[in-house]
Structures are given as structure tokens and as C-alpha cells.
């Protein structure tokens, strides 16, 4: 079965430097999410689009923005880059209905290494 | 607010042995969903399982097993005959509400780091 697509797998960028992370979500899912995962630390959400429109707000630093494309896919943009930044960041997916939403399946996530 | 509390942050057993990763939850919504995700040493998180809070039947899946017991709010989650395979860091989440425009964001506990040794 076809699953959540991110790229790169790996990027390593310098302070200061712009960094763009990419999603392809399940097919016909409609919603997409974005979590940073610190070294030890737990997945923090950080945005999420629904059929391509903002639907949630976390803990985004204001370097950062996202948007979902007619596609459904989704990129992250990250600029003026800090050290801190550094961290898996995954991407997920999930299917929306009146009944029951679909569980969050998650990408293999990015490894982001700001040096 | 919603809060998820995984108060074992590592967990040490010998290949064999049965062991349970605790999780507590708290949540001011009647309707909510809970969930395990495990992440193995490579990294990715894979979804174990999805309760609704409508649902308290337990739940067996091969050597898994969850208990989820609403009075107390707890969702915890066993692995009977331990294998090596099974090392890994172990995460409950919890996302509350059901809408139409979404899955609301899972909110995650900080994971139990389980270790099963040979």
C-alpha cells in the first residue's frame, strides 16, 4: 500500500540558510500535518492543512511556513536557519469523513542537520 | 487541554518476559481517540493501533495487547513474549473532538523507551 512520501531523507544546512521539506500524502487523504521531533524528545505538531486550506496552528516558529498544493502534496519552508532547528521533522497523513477520521499515518520522516 | 503522561521513560526486559507501557491521558472532550505509534531504532513511527473513547473492548493483536479502561483514563499496552525486535521507543497520543475539517493534532506522551535484551 502506498504510503506517506517525504524528501529528502537527509539535508544538512548551514545557520542562516533556507531549507524546503516535502510530503506526498496517502492518496485521497485531505489532510496533512507537520511535527518536529527533537533528539530524546517527543513529536511536536507544528501545522496541519485540510483540503489545502490552514486548519491548525502548533508550535511553528515564525521562520517557518507551510502550505498544501492542488496536488495535496505539501512543503515546509524553513529559513534563517538555527542550530536548534536541528531534528527529525515528519509529515502525516489522514482521511476525513462525516463517520470517522481516518489514524495519522506517518512519512519516514526528514533528518534536518543545521551546522 | 489535553495532556498525555507516559510516567516510564525506559523500560529494560529480557527476551520472553511480558511487559506493559503505561499511558494516562486527560481530555475535557467526551469524544477523543487514543493511540500507540512505535518508532524503532531507524526512526519512522509506525501506527500500532486507534481506540475511540466509545470503545473500552480490549484489544489483541498477535503478541499485542492494549487495555483501555475509561474510569481511570488509561490506555495501556502489553507485549507478551518479549522479542528483540520489539526494542524500540513507544508513544501514546491522544487527539480529541471528532470534525469534519480533519483529524484534529495528536498531542503525544514524551514515549517509554523499551529495550528487550537477548
Known amino acids: 500500500a502506498a504510503g506517506v512520501i517525504q524528501s529528502p531523507r537527509h539535508l544538512i544546512k548551514e545557520k542562516r540558510e533556507t531549507a524546503t521539506l516535502k510530503c506526498y500524502p496517502i492518496?485521497?487523504?485531505?489532510?496533512v500535518y507537520w511535527y518536529q521531533q527533537g533528539p530524546g524528545q517527543d513529536p511536536q505538531f507544528l501545522i496541519s492543512?485540510?483540503?489545502?486550506?490552514?486548519?491548525d496552528k502548533g508550535s511553528i516558529p515564525d521562520r517557518f511556513s507551510a502550505q498544501q498544493f492542488s496536488d495535496y502534496h505539501s512543503e515546509l519552508n524553513m529559513s534563517s536557519l538555527e542550530l536548534g532547528d536541528s531534528a527529525l521533522y515528519f509529515c502525516?497523513?489522514?482521511?476525513?469523513?462525516?463517520?470517522?477520521?481516518?489514524?495519522?499515518?506517518f512519512g519516514n520522516g526528514t533528518r534536518l542537520t543545521v551546522t | 487541554a489535553q495532556k498525555v503522561t507516559q510516567a516510564q521513560t525506559e523500560i529494560s526486559v529480557v527476551e520472553k518476559e511480558d511487559v506493559t507501557l503505561d499511558c494516562v491521558y486527560e481530555?475535557?472532550?467526551?469524544?477523543?481517540?487514543l493511540f500507540w505509534y512505535k518508532q524503532p531504532p531507524s526512526g519512522e513511527l509506525v501506527f500500532l493501533i486507534r481506540r475511540n473513547s466509545f470503545d473500552e473492548q480490549n484489544e489483541i493483536s498477535g503478541r499485542y495487547s492494549w487495555n483501555f479502561q475509561k474510569s481511570t483514563r488509561s490506555f495501556n499496552f502489553t507485549i507478551t513474549a518479549s522479542q528483540v525486535v520489539d526494542s524500540a521507543v513507544y508513544f501514546c497520543?491522544?487527539?480529541?473532538?471528532?470534525?469534519?475539517?480533519?483529524?484534529?493534532?495528536?498531542?503525544f506522551g514524551k514515549g517509554t523507551r523499551l529495550s528487550v535484551i537477548a
Open positions: 481530555t475535557r472532550d467526551t469524544t477523543y481517540y
Open positions: 492518496p485521497r487523504h485531505d489532510t
Open positions: 492543512f485540510y483540503e489545502k486550506m490552514q486548519s
Open positions: 502525516a497523513s489522514s482521511f476525513s469523513s462525516r463517520v470517522s477520521n481516518s489514524p495519522l499515518h
Open positions: 497520543a491522544l487527539s480529541d473532538s471528532l470534525r469534519n475539517s480533519g483529524n484534529t493534532p495528536l498531542v
